[in-house]
C-alpha cells in the first residue's frame, strides 16, 4: 500500500463548479499534512497545510480527518488558473525531525470555459 | 523570495557516463533534497541533507550519490547513468527541520539517458 494515496484523475470542471479532492495515509504516526500545486512543466509549490481543524484561505478550504487518515481539499468557484496537478503531501518522519516529506502521485484538474 | 535554482533544465547524457546535477539555493536554508518525478509514481526522495557536509538516504539511493560542501550547493551524483534514471529531477530547499517546514523547490532538470 502505498504511504499517500490520491486519485489521479483527471478531473474536468467547468468554470464556477466546485470539486473537492482527496487523499489517504498510510502512517498514523504522521504529523503534519500540506497541498502543493504543481503547474504544467513546473516545480511544485506550497498551496496550504492542512490543520486538524481545517483551514480556508479564500476559495479553498482543507481538511484533516485523524482517526480515518483522510485529507481533503475543496476548491470553490473554480477558475481556469487552477488547472493543475494537486499534490497530497504528508510528513512521515515519524520519531525524527528532518521533515521528509511524502508526496502522492497528484490529482490533475483541468477547468474549462 | 526564496529562489532554488538548478545547473541544467534538460539534460542528455548515455549509459554509463557520470552525471552531476547541481542545486543552489540563496536563502542560507539548513536543508536541501533531491527527488525524481515519473508519471504515476509521484515525487521519490533520493537524498537529503540537514548540514553541510551531512546527508541521509531517501527512499531511493541506490545509483545515486551526493554531496554538499557549502551550505547554498547540493550535488547529486549518478555515477554511472542507466536509462532507467531518465526522470525528472527535482531539488528542494527548507529554512529548518520542523514538522510544519515548507519546502521551496528549484524549476527541476529532465534527464534523459540513451
Known amino acids: 500500500r502505498k504511504e499517500v494515496e490520491q486519485d489521479p484523475g483527471p478531473f474536468n470542471v467547468p468554470e464556477g463548479a466546485t470539486v473537492a479532492f482527496n487523499c489517504t495515509y498510510s502512517n498514523s504516526a504522521s504529523q503534519s499534512f500540506f497541498w502543493y500545486r504543481q503547474d504544467c512543466r513546473k516545480e511544485p509549490k506550497l498551496l496550504m497545510s492542512?490543520?486538524?481543524s481545517g483551514n480556508e484561505d479564500g476559495r479553498f478550504t482543507a481538511q484533516l480527518n485523524r482517526a480515518s487518515q483522510y485529507i481533503s481539499l475543496l476548491i470553490r468557484d473554480s477558475k481556469l488558473s487552477d488547472s493543475a496537478t494537486y499534490l497530497c503531501?504528508?510528513?512521515?518522519?515519524?520519531?525524527?525531525?528532518?521533515?521528509?516529506?511524502?508526496f502522492g502521485q497528484g490529482t490533475i484538474l483541468t477547468v474549462h470555459p | 523570495d526564496v529562489k532554488v535554482t538548478q545547473s541544467s533544465r534538460y539534460l542528455v547524457k548515455r549509459t554509463g557516463e557520470k552525471v552531476f546535477l547541481e542545486c543552489v539555493q540563496d536563502?542560507?536554508?539548513?536543508?536541501m533534497f533531491w527527488y525524481r518525478q515519473d508519471p504515476g509514481l509521484g515525487l521519490r526522495l533520493i537524498y537529503f541533507?540537514?548540514?553541510?557536509?551531512?546527508?541521509e538516504k531517501g527512499d531511493i539511493p541506490e545509483g545515486y550519490s551526493v554531496s554538499r560542501e557549502k551550505k547554498e550547493r547540493f550535488s547529486l551524483i549518478l555515477e554511472s547513468a542507466s536509462t532507467s534514471q531518465t526522470s525528472m529531477y527535482l531539488c528542494a530547499s527548507s529554512l529548518e527541520t520542523g514538522w510544519g517546514e515548507t519546502q521551496y523547490f528549484g524549476p527541476g532538470t529532465r534527464l534523459l539517458v540513451l
Open positions: 541533507s540537514y548540514d553541510v557536509k551531512m546527508k
Open positions: 503531501v504528508v510528513n512521515t518522519a515519524g520519531g525524527t525531525s528532518y521533515g521528509k516529506l511524502t
Open positions: 492542512v490543520y486538524s
Open positions: 536563502m542560507d536554508h539548513e536543508n
